[in-house]
Each structure stands twice: as structure tokens, then as C-alpha cells.
């Protein structure tokens, strides 16, 4: 899959980002939720968003995408994922959805939280706000210097992830940590 200039933006991001297709299974991810979850990204690219869950969450898991594929998006969603090892971590989880130049629906962006590491390193929540920031600030120079120059797929892909740093920006993780606490 070749990366955009948008994408690259989430290459060494601090937070687990994961692109899904209409059905859940997963297409692309960065380096941060491989190396979360202890896999190689090739073990990953294929695998049904079930597979990083343990059975027990399944369940929140499917209102996850049943609440995206009804309103296009996800917030706040608390999920336990499971690591390569068997052991497990709370994650916030948040999506917003990939259209085509027609409208119609491609998959989705999704960044995850762990709210364990969070809770434990508070100046993780600092890195990631700055990162979002930071994030925000590198798409809308990317907008204003090549979106116009981009073909139809780089900018549905500029738009969903611009779309996700948008939302994410409003994101209280701090309070999302100690409601987790």
C-alpha cells in the first residue's frame, strides 16, 4: 500500500493507529500497535479486528462496529485487547470512517489509547496531545501545499485521517485515564 505524505504522519506515532476495511478486517497499521501487540505487521495485515480481543470483549467489540457502520464513527470506546503474549490491556478506541471520491464507505481509522500505560506514565498523555497537535498542524500544511495536486484515493485518505486528528483533538484523554483508574 503506498503512503501518502498524510499517512506518514502516524509512521513512529505514540498512539495505535489501524486502518480497517468495510468489514473489519485490517489493511494497514503503524509501527506502535504492531510492536503493542508483540506482532510482526505482516502477521497483522489480514487478521479480523476479533484477533487483537480477547472472547470476553467481543461483545463491545461488535457494538463498536455496529455503532461505526450506523453513525460513521466511534467515540470513547473502551476495549480490552489482547497481546501476542495472552496478556491484556485497556484501550480507548476511537474511528472515523474512509469514503471514495462517491461516497461510499471504505473502511475506517482508528486510534487506540492504552489507558494502562497512560494511567502509569502520565507524561504519555502530554506526548500524545502534542502529537495530535503537532498532527493536525502537519495535514493542514499538506492540505494548503499538495491536496490539490492529489489523485482521487490520496485524498479520501488526506480526509479520513484528517478527519480522525479532528476528532481526536477533542479527545479529554487525561479524563478518559482516571475514569479508567
Known amino acids: 500500500m503506498i503512503q501518502t505524505e498524510a499517512r506518514r504522519t502516524l509512521k513512529d506515532a505514540p498512539i495505535m493507529w489501524r486502518r480497517i ?6 489493511i494497514d497499521c503503524n509501527s506502535t500497535y504492531a510492536a503493542k501487540l508483540q506482532y510482526a505487521k505482516s502477521e497483522i495485515i489480514g487478521k479480523t479486528v476479533f484477533e487483537h480481543v480477547p472472547k470476553e470483549s467481543w461483545d463491545g467489540m461488535t457494538k463498536s462496529l455496529t455503532r461505526w457502520f450506523e453513525t460513521g464513527k466511534v467515540t470513547d470506546q473502551k476495549i480490552v485487547f489482547l497481546k501476542e503474549d495472552g496478556t491484556k490491556f485497556p484501550g480507548l478506541l476511537q474511528a472515523t470512517s474512509i469514503y471514495d471520491r462517491t461516497g461510499v464507505l471504505m473502511g475506517s481509522n482508528t486510534a487506540i489509547f492504552d489507558l494502562e500505560e497512560m494511567a502509569a506514565k502520565r507524561s504519555l498523555i502530554k506526548t500524545c496531545n502534542d502529537f495530535i497537535r503537532d498532527a493536525n498542524r502537519r495535514l493542514e500544511e ?3 501545499e499538495q491536496y490539490e495536486g492529489m489523485d482521487d ?3 479520501s485518505e488526506y480526509d479520513g485521517l484528517r478527519q480522525m486528528f479532528e476528532m481526536l483533538a477533542g479527545v479529554d484523554l487525561a479524563g478518559m485515564v482516571d475514569d479508567a483508574a
Open 153 to 155: 484515493t490520496s485524498k
Open 21 to 26: 476495511n468495510s468489514i473489519g478486517v485490517i
Open 142 to 144: 499538506i492540505r494548503r
